[in-house]
């Protein structure tokens, strides 16, 4: 069965500062990996996407994640962050062939001034 | 386009009372789907459906049934309302019915309070 295990609940960083969510996952088949992001009373957006290809994958607002296959890892990084980016991250996981995505439980990314 | 819409965005509710979340989507997605997020939990599968007449378990099916007659609509249905049902629910979809690639687009959510 897959999982996704995001290490941390809340994450306060400084507005400019870089900041790294971290994501891992378990699976026995291969798989697609994405994260989503939660607005305040919205619904989940996608940010970015790994399906294949180049390990580095990378949003349109300077966010960017890398599948490390050995380590089961998709961590998110932004090297400077800003106040509009305070909201909740998800990491999901689907697997190859199948119709479910399973999420993590999330981060809450709080950007002060 | 309107998306993904969700009815009602918010209900109050006694225990053992039923009622439907609704689920509409225009975009002629074969993928639909209901989560329930719950703090520290994330978001939680409850049933999923891949076309017009096809439904199927999630993570945590228990308590809650699903029917889809048409490409469009995607009802979530609590029978018999508990309290360990409060959260909040969102309906999502994809285009295709395999999830090899799959992106969803997620409704603006129900926020249910079981008293």
């Known amino acids: 069965a897959q999982s996704v295990t995001q290490l941390d609940s809340q994450v306060p960083v400084f507005e400019e500062a870089p900041v790294e969510l971290r994501c891992n996952y378990s699976s026995s088949v291969s798989v697609y990996l994405f994260w989503y992001v939660q607005y305040p009373n919205q619904g989940l957006q996608l940010l970015l996407k790994y399906l294949s290809g180049s390990t580095l994958v990378e949003s349109i607002n300077g966010f960017e994640a890398e599948f490390n296959k050995s380590q089961t890892s998709f961590h998110l990084r932004k090297p400077s962050v800003h106040i509009s980016d305070t909201a909740e991250y998800f990491c999901a996981v689907s697997d190859g062939g199948g119709f479910k995505t399973i999420f993590g439980a999330g981060t809450r990314l709080f950007v002060k001034a | 386009n309107a998306g993904v819409t969700q009815t009602p965005k918010f209900q109050v509710l006694k225990t053992g009372q039923s009622m439907t979340l609704q689920c509409a989507q225009d975009m002629n997605h074969e993928y639909m789907s209901w989560y329930r997020q719950d703090p520290g939990m994330g978001l939680r599968l409850i049933h999923y459906?891949?076309?017009?007449?096809?439904?199927d378990q999630g993570e945590v099916p228990n308590g809650y049934n699903v029917s889809r007659s048409t490409t469009e609509d995607f009802p979530l249905r609590l029978l018999s309302a508990a309290p360990s049902q409060t959260s909040v629910y969102f309906c999502?979809?994809?285009?295709?019915?395999?999830?090899?690639?799959?992106?969803?687009?997620f409704g603006a959510g129900s926020r249910l309070t079981v008293l």
């Open positions: 459906s891949v076309g017009a007449g096809i439904t």
């Open positions: 999502a979809s994809s285009r295709d019915r395999s999830l090899r690639a799959n992106v969803l687009t």
